[in-house]
């Protein structure tokens, strides 16, 4: 019984983290600084979760899905990726690049190129989206 509570414990620990997740697919989950400015990665004013960035990596035909999660717009495609797994990946970008926040995932985090990607986003932690999804303050910074 204690070691089945253990596993369970640990697998909502993985989860939560993010360190468990979907083979080939990572979700970038971000924050908005509702009423404020940001200062970096701090917030003036309230913390708000904002969207969820998701990409699915296919390695076998070198292409990576993205979308926007709750969004209606279409998904996005790269084309010709060199693919490691769903953590590191690079793509030359495209039409579609716009569109998100990245055209390389490298150890399990998107690579800015503002030039290519001109949308902003303050990635934050997996739990912290959560709890400010759910209306808990959970402080002004969206350091991970």
């Known amino acids: 019984m204690v070691l089945v509570l253990v596993l369970c414990v640990m697998g909502f620990a993985a989860w939560v983290t993010d360190s468990i997740t979907l083979e080939g697919e990572r979700t970038v989950y971000t924050a908005a600084c ?12 309230k913390l708000v979760a904002a969207q969820r960035y998701r990409f699915r990596a296919l390695k076998a035909h070198a292409e990576v899905l993205f979308w926007t999660v709750g969004d209606s717009q279409p998904s996005g495609k ?7 797994g769903g953590r590191d990946w690079k793509c030359p970008p ?11 995932m490298a150890r399990g985090l998107p690579v800015p190129d503002p030039r290519v990607h001109p949308l902003a986003y303050h990635q934050i932690q997996k739990w912290k989206w959560g709890l400010l999804r759910l209306g808990f303050p959970v402080g002004n910074s969206a350091m991970n």
């Open 94 to 104: 495209n039409a579609d690049a716009a569109r998100t926040i990245t055209h390389e």
């Open 78 to 84: 790269y084309d010709n990726c060199v693919i490691q």
């Open 34 to 45: 509702d009423q404020g400015s940001w200062r970096g990665d701090e917030c003036s004013a």
